[in-house]
T-cell receptor
């Protein structure tokens, strides 16, 4: 079984400031790691994922996350946020050996970008 | 491709009534998932289909819940004898064979009064 902990339920940050959303996971098996984003009144969308290879992964809109196996973390960062980044962000894992790729999510972090 | 669609978007029902939700996945996706999200929580896995076969069910899926995907296309989730604790957002997701990326619908928000 896996579990995901998102340490901050809400993160307010000023526009153009950097942000880090923290995610730690616990698992007895090897996992894939994901960040999903949910904009207001929209469904969950995949932001980025780590499957293997380089531990630093990037999204098309400037977010990046680094897989740290020793610390079992997958923190999400952006050097300069925009108003449009206001959303709820969910960290998730799935068992690499399970054929279903079902996801175990954290509770989410609400990012509020202040103009 | 219009993405994953769910119907209805909102449902208010009285305790004890039965409700049924529908999910239409992306057309070429053979995997379909149902999740439940309550206030302040992340989505929780309920069940998984590969084509028409229901391959996994969570312990969250009590015997009042049943899901089907009769022709390997759309899926339905039925809740019988609804309880107030069933109030939640019910999310459907789909993915293609061997893909780790799940595409989510906007969900059906159920309120049991």
């Amino acid at each position: 079984a896996q579990s995901v902990t998102q340490l901050d339920s809400q993160v307010p940050v000023f526009e153009e400031a950097p942000v880090e959303l923290r995610c730690n996971y616990s698992s007895s098996v090897s996992v894939y790691l994901f960040w999903y984003v949910q904009y207001p009144n929209q469904g969950l969308q995949l932001l980025l994922k780590y499957l293997s290879g380089s531990t630093l992964v990037e999204s098309i809109n400037g977010f990046e996350a680094e897989f740290n196996k020793s610390q079992t973390s997958f923190h999400l960062r952006k050097p300069s946020v925009h108003i449009s980044d206001t959303a709820e962000y969910f960290c998730a894992v799935s068992d690499t050996g399970a054929g279903s790729y079902q996801l175990t999510f954290g509770k989410g972090t609400k990012l509020s970008v202040i103009p | 491709d219009t993405g994953v669609s769910q119907d209805p978007r909102h449902k208010i029902t009285k305790r004890g009534q039965n409700v049924t939700f529908r999910c239409d996945p992306i057309s070429e996706h053979n995997r379909l998932y149902w999740y439940r999200q309550t206030l302040g929580q992340g989505p929780e896995f309920l069940t998984y289909f590969q084509n028409e076969a229901q391959l996994e069910k969570s312990r969250l899926l009590s015997d009042r819940f049943s899901a089907e995907r009769p022709k390997g296309s759309f899926s339905t989730l039925e809740i019988q004898r609804t309880e107030q604790g069933d109030s939640a957002m019910y999310l459907c997701a789909s993915s293609s064979r061997d893909s780790t990326e799940a595409f989510f619908g906007q969900g059906t928000r159920l309120t049991v009064v």
